[in-house]
């Protein structure tokens, strides 16, 4: 399945004219005004919090469009940062506009929480790391017996910090999000992260997609409103499982770049800068499964 994308493979954004304010792990970010961004979704890969060296094709407009349809399924939930400023006022120059048509979004330049609203659905990754030493995921205390994959009893709220580029993002409590951000944007920002995962998590299923768990960041607007910004529910914040072949007991195969960890952990990194080149086929096999994940979810 080739991935949707016009543009050629891009591990960074160049453009004349607009000041680079931010460079993620796999977004840069321009300054447009006081009230606007240009988001430009690159092919960059990132793993163990390392970027890698290599782009995966198509992989950048594929977020952007699995993006774009969340934010247009969840506004009813909670508003999101997508603006109708158009990317012409902001590129006018046709050639530069061209090459990133189909991985840019024009967003609201909002106040970013310095959080990462993580929600759990199944016990997998760290949750389940935490589980098998303690019974707890980030202290929140589970049935005995779980095993690797199984669906929790509900969905767990266990936010983190935002680590800096090259680092590890911090697994957090409650309390702690409280002291960041007050307690009232703290009870909003867990109600809407439980809502959207739900939501999304029910419309997943009946595309043959379970979505284990996945990772919101939230902002708020002039007037204090919370606002989802970032990306929303993609193969790069989320792990996403085929239903036809899960089974409870072991990592299930997916949609998302689990499949370039499993690989990586095959090799004798040590998960530090800079990152092991990939082979072809590993390239080629991830374009796949982030291409058919776009297709699942939104056709």
Not at 209 to 218: S, V
Request: proline share 7%; glycine share 6%; net charge negative.
């Amino acid at each position: 399945m080739s991935a949707p994308s016009s543009s050629p493979p891009m591990l960074e954004s160049r453009l004349r004219g607009l000041k680079r304010i931010h460079q993620g792990k796999v977004r840069d970010i321009y300054e447009v005004d006081d009230r606007h961004m240009l988001i430009v979704t690159t092919d960059r890969l990132s793993a163990f919090d390392v970027v890698l060296p290599d782009p995966i094709p198509g992989k950048g407009a594929i977020l952007t469009k699995i993006s774009q349809f969340w934010f247009d399924k969840t506004r009813h939930i909670i508003p999101n940062h997508s603006s109708d400023y158009s990317l012409e006022r902001v590129v006018p120059d046709e050639t530069e506009r061209a090459a990133i048509a189909d991985r840019s979004m024009v967003v609201k330049r909002l106040n970013a929480l310095p959080i990462e609203a993580v929600v759990r659905g199944y016990l997998i990754g760290s949750g389940w790391r935490d589980y098998q030493q303690t019974g707890q995921v980030c202290g929140i205390t589970l049935p005995a017996g779980l095993k690797q994959a199984d669906r929790l009893p509900e969905p767990l709220f266990t936010p983190a910090t935002k680590a800096e580029l090259g680092s590890h993002d911090e697994n957090i409590d409650y309390e702690r999000v409280v002291a960041l951000v007050g307690r009232g944007i703290a009870e909003q920002v867990r109600a809407a992260a439980l809502s959207l995962y739900s939501f999304a998590a029910e419309h997943a299923r009946t595309r043959g997609i379970i979505i284990a768990d996945t990772k919101f960041e939230f902002g708020l607007d002039e007037a204090g409103h919370l606002t989802l910004i970032d990306e929303a529910l993609t193969p790069d914040s989320s792990r996403f499982w085929p239903i036809d072949t899960y089974r409870p007991g072991s990592s299930p195969p997916s949609f998302d770049k689990q499949f370039v960890r499993d690989y990586l952990e095959t090799l004798s990194w040590d998960k530090r800068p800079p990152g092991p080149r990939l082979p072809t086929e590993i390239i080629e096999r991830t374009a796949s499964k982030y291409a058919e994940a776009l297709q699942r979810l939104t056709t």
